[in-house]
C-alpha cells in the first residue's frame, strides 16, 4: 500500500438511502463468501453500506459485525480494481468469527467478484510457450 493513501472512511462513501440498498439487491452482482454476502454495481465513485439483520444476534453482537466489516473495507479499499457501490450483509457466522476470518473472506469474495487489484479478469487467450534448455551434446 502507498503511504499516502489514506484509510478514512468519510461520509461520502457510505450508502444510507434505502433506495440505494435496494437497487443494489435487485440489480447489483451478488458473491456470497463465509461470513457475509457482498452485492455490488459499478458507480462513478466507491462506495460501501452495511446490513446486519436481527437473525446476526443481539444489538451488540451486529454493533460488532458493523464494526468487522467496515474496518475490512477500510483496510483494503485501496485494492479494489475500479469504483463500485458495494453492500456489505453479515452472516450469522460473523458473530463468533475474529477480524481474520472476516478479511479472508471479504478479500477472497471480492477476488471471485474480480474486483480486486491484480486479479485476473479473463484468463489469457494465448498459451505461454515453454522453453527447454539447451541439450549438450
Not at 18 to 37: A, P
Request: charged fraction near 25%.
Amino acid at each position: 500500500m502507498n503511504p499516502l493513501q489514506r484509510l478514512g472512511f468519510p461520509r461520502q462513501r457510505r450508502l444510507s438511502r434505502s433506495s440505494d440498498f435496494n437497487r443494489l439487491k435487485e440489480e447489483g452482482r451478488r458473491e456470497v463468501c463465509g461470513t457475509l454476502i457482498l452485492n455490488w454495481l459499478p458507480s462513478p465513485q466507491l462506495r460501501l453500506g452495511i446490513v446486519t439483520s436481527r437473525k446476526v444476534g443481539p444489538a451488540t453482537i451486529r454493533s460488532r459485525a458493523r464494526r468487522l466489516l467496515r474496518e475490512v473495507f477500510r483496510q483494503h479499499q485501496h485494492q479494489v480494481a475500479e469504483p463500485v457501490s458495494m453492500v456489505l450483509v453479515a452472516r450469522r457466522s460473523i458473530a463468533d468469527s475474529h477480524f481474520e476470518t472476516v478479511r479472508r473472506d471479504y478479500l477472497r469474495a471480492l477476488s471471485r467478484a474480480r474486483l480486486i487489484k491484480g486479479s485476473p479478469s479473463a484468463p489469457s487467450p494465448t498459451p505461454v510457450p515453454v522453453v527447454s534448455p539447451p541439450v549438450a551434446p
